[in-house]
């Protein structure tokens, strides 16, 4: 994969994650005042929408986070180090960008990371 494809790709699912992330605010409950008429029916729903809401959350995190790994991954591209690992500076396996354009590791640096992690 080049730099060329990589950029055109972390756009495409950038975009896709973004929008993602206005439609769970779209659908959001609003907190906006009841008419006093539909109080009652509305209790009795809300348990499952806190639920939904908490899932709806998780969601949102998980996309915040593989945007910013996303805009990491451009920003190394601007600066022409993209599909260097940043801890060694080897050049990334073309196998792991093909997979994952914004990895950021060699196998062997993502592999300790993931270790220290743990
Ligand atoms: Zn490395």
Same mark, same amino acid.
């Given at each position: 994969?080049?730099?060329? /494809? +990589? %950029? *055109?790709?972390?756009? $495409?699912?950038?975009?896709? =994650? !973004?929008? &993602?992330?206005?439609?769970?605010?779209?659908?959001?409950?609003?907190?906006?005042?009841?008419?006093?008429?539909?109080?009652?029916?509305?209790?009795?729903?809300?348990?499952?929408?806190?639920?939904?809401?908490?899932?709806?959350?998780?969601?949102?995190? /998980? +996309? %915040? *986070?593989?945007?910013? $790994?996303?805009?990491?991954? =451009? !920003?190394? &591209?601007?600066?022409?180090?993209?599909?260097?690992?940043?801890?060694?500076?080897?050049?990334?396996?073309?196998?792991?960008?093909?997979?994952?354009?914004?990895?950021?590791?060699?196998?062997?640096?993502?592999?300790?990371?993931?270790?220290?992690?743990?």
């Amino acid at each position: 994969m080049d730099a060329e /494809e +990589a %950029r *055109r790709e972390l756009t $495409e699912e950038r975009r896709r =994650l !973004t929008e &993602l992330g206005e439609w769970s605010q779209e659908h959001r409950p609003a907190p906006s005042v009841q008419q006093e008429g539909a109080m009652g029916q509305h209790s009795a729903d809300y348990g499952s929408e806190v639920e939904e809401s908490m899932e709806r959350q998780g969601l949102t995190d /998980e +996309a %915040r *986070r593989q945007v910013a $790994e996303i805009d990491d991954a =451009l !920003t190394r &591209l601007d600066h022409g180090t993209w599909g260097r690992c940043v801890v060694c500076g080897r050049d990334i396996d073309d196998d792991r960008l093909d997979a994952r354009p914004q990895a950021d590791r060699c196998r062997e640096h993502q592999e300790e990371l993931e270790r220290s992690s743990r």
